[in-house]
């Protein structure tokens, strides 16, 4: 058999992710305000706050999608804006799964599971077509291999986008409002595959407004509103008896 | 008048003045004359089989050569003018606005006389050869910006999704983005390629060896000789074998892209 998971690089000390006085401005608009933030090993840390609050570009700033203005953004205990760091080498260890599903539309779906295993990972074809068969099962899509994503519904492209991020075996999820782009009945299937991934210890920042899912998953939830954390704690507290008025006034809004 | 009354005298007048210059073109036109001087059977006859196992493979032939060659140099330059490096992005930009300036029966005769007798040097292929170079630069100029273009048309999503999964930016560039690029240039890529098949006329002022002519030169030589536009017709008839069923094809293309989107 091979095996699942990679070892984690640091200890379990070692947090999965930790930013530290993170900004970040494009052009003049200052979207991330000295933003200190982590997600612990095996943790489930759901981010949520108003459309604008940052809280996406915050994620993204995570695999330098989003190059940080300043701060450090470390990985595992590595900084990832050193230049000297192995940036494609970090990003094969954090899954990535975004609001658009982004599945590479010219390749089946097996294809869109195995291409990364071959380029970024230099695995085999026989190896990486294992691994993608046994993630499509996970995710209910087993059957679905030889299809294009234009044949799929929403929800099932975004079942494949989290199959496609788990194939790298990475050591963490990040999430991008995953269930903002599918109709509201597709919601259901891809929360619980994501449920299925918390409950086997996936560490796991998820930006989203399901509150339910933030509520019944996660470890932490964050909310976030104008470029900075206004709060956070265990899901019970921010969401049940949030302290500052700007989370009661999101809150009530949402709820 | 009533407004319906107008509008049928007005069809009327239209109709009749086509009818008009119908009847004047069968009147006045010496149809014996164009009978035996454009579609003279004997001259057609007698233009076979050259005019297709020469002239028109010749065409084919010079057209794969100059379209595969300005796909590799186009694509190149499409990379270059993306690329970050400044350098690289302005010798693209001045190549593609040089080549797309300058007519293209100069840039042949550039390479066809100029290059040799100031360098002493000739293209491989005679004339033919130099004539081809200065095509492919040409249309190569052209593809290059039509693959830059399909380039920056692949959504923004599609690099971050394949950057995200730790591929580097090359592989992400022959996996992801290239193969997108070419499927939404099809048709404008086709397009280059008709206006390539025609474009190889302008190989005639190249000068070439009987053996090299393409469909043109062949004919403008039947014209000399034998005294009939002829041969003129027949090669007119053998391009549009060879275009119309790629505009047909550009059609339809075009038609499942819309479809597909």
Known sequence: ???????ASGTAAVPAIEVRALCKTFGSNEVLKGIDFHVDQGEVVCVIGPSGSGKSTLLRCVNRL???????VMVEGVDITDEETDLDGIRTRIGMVFQQFNLFPHLSVLKNLTLAQQRAKKRGKAKATQIALRNLEKVGLSEKAEAFPAQ???GQQQRVAIARALSMDPDMMLFDEPTSALDPELVGDVLEVMKQLAREGMTMM????????????GDRVVFMDGGVVVEQGKPEDVLGNPQHERTRLFLSKVL | MKRSTRRRLTQGVLYAAFAAVVL?????????KIQSNFFDLDVAVATFPEIVSIAAKNTVVYTAIAFVGGLLIGLLMALMKLSPVLPYRWLATAYIELFRGLPALLVIFGFAYAVPIAFQWRPPGGNAGAGLIALIIVSSAYIAETIRAGIEAVPKGQVEAARSLGMNPAWTMITVVLPQA?????????NELVILIKDTSLLFIAGMAIGDRELTTFARDALTSQANATPLVVAAL???VITLPLTQLVAKLERHNKRGR
């Open chain 2, 238 to 240: 053998l391009y549009l």
């Open chain 2, 182 to 190: 070419f499927r939404i240039i099809t048709p404008p890529l086709t």
């Open chain 1, 206 to 217: 998820v930006v989203t407004h399901e509150m339910g899912f933030a509520r019944e998953v």
């Open chain 1, 1 to 7: 058999m091979i095996p699942v998971a990679q070892p």
């Open chain 1, 152 to 154: 799929l519904s929403g």
């Open chain 2, 24 to 32: 004047f073109v069968i009147l006045a036109a010496d149809w014996g």
């Open chain 1, 66 to 72: 989003e190059e940080p203005t300043s701060g450090t």
